[in-house]
Nanobody, 125 residues
């Protein structure tokens, strides 16, 4: 059993920055690939970014590549999403997710077994 707890969401103007955090508990953090997804009202959930178990490989959706950075601190059992140059279309509930795997192939299509409750990010124009 793994629990994920997102924080750091809020209201920001276009062009601003936010850093989301996802703290984990219940099991060891090492060995888990982690990802961020988001879902806007009336739209399907979409992949945002992923990071492998050791933190040396990342993958980003085209819509956020170059603006967002995913990172992890295994000592603190926490994964982060640094969001810069935010746009109104980034407005959504952001979720962190985890899966236990040492492989990192097509992480945007992999099944994630554990999910947080989400944190709201609103970007005003």
């Amino acid at each position: 059993q793994v629990q994920l707890d997102e924080s750091g969401g809020g209201l920001v103007q276009a062009g601003g920055s936010l850093r989301l955090s996802c703290a984990t508990s219940g099991r060891t953090f090492s060995g888990y690939a982690l990802a961020w997804f988001r879902q806007a009202p009336g739209k399907e959930r979409e992949f945002v970014a992923a990071i492998n178990w050791s933190g040396d490989s990342t993958y980003y959706a085209d819509s956020v590549r170059g603006r967002f950075t995913i990172s992890r601190d295994n000592a603190k059992n926490t994964v982060y999403l640094q969001m810069n140059s935010l746009k109104p279309e980034d407005t959504a509930v952001y979720y962190c997710a985890a899966r236990y795997s040492r492989i990192f192939t097509s992480p945007q299509f992999q099944r994630y077994d554990y999910w947080g409750q989400g944190t709201q990010v609103t970007v005003s124009s």
